[in-house]
């Protein structure tokens, strides 16, 4: 198991190291092609009572696995903090992925290094908590 979903887990959702005060959640996906389940520890953003995920894989250029994982199944599990409840993640289109991408390079400034260094344009991901 990847070391920094480790740490959050088992520290309500505080970890050390290069996502130290940072906001992170854990996103638990099931893969496009195995439908195993995955899990991948990213930084978020708020929007509302919604959240927002970058499908930036570091500035490389293709897009993440969960990327392709959450567009076959948008079902998906959130752990946020001490808690894990389901949501659906829908791809942000248009200006509202202009403004939320927007949203997260002012706080974070290498999100939009990542896209200058690349062609394909980054996806920004809605997360809406499921009642």
Known sequence: MDPVIEEFRAN??????????RPLLILNTIGAKSGEPRSHALMYGEDGDDLFIIASKGGAPEHPAWYHN???NPEVMIELGGETYPALATPAEGEERDRLFAAMVARWPFFGEYQRRIDRRIPVVRLSRVQ
Request: glycine letters at 38%; zero cysteines; hydrophobic letters at 45%.
């Open 12 to 21: 309500g959702g505080v970890v050390g190291g290069r996502f130290e005060g």
């Open 70 to 72: 959450l567009v076959a």
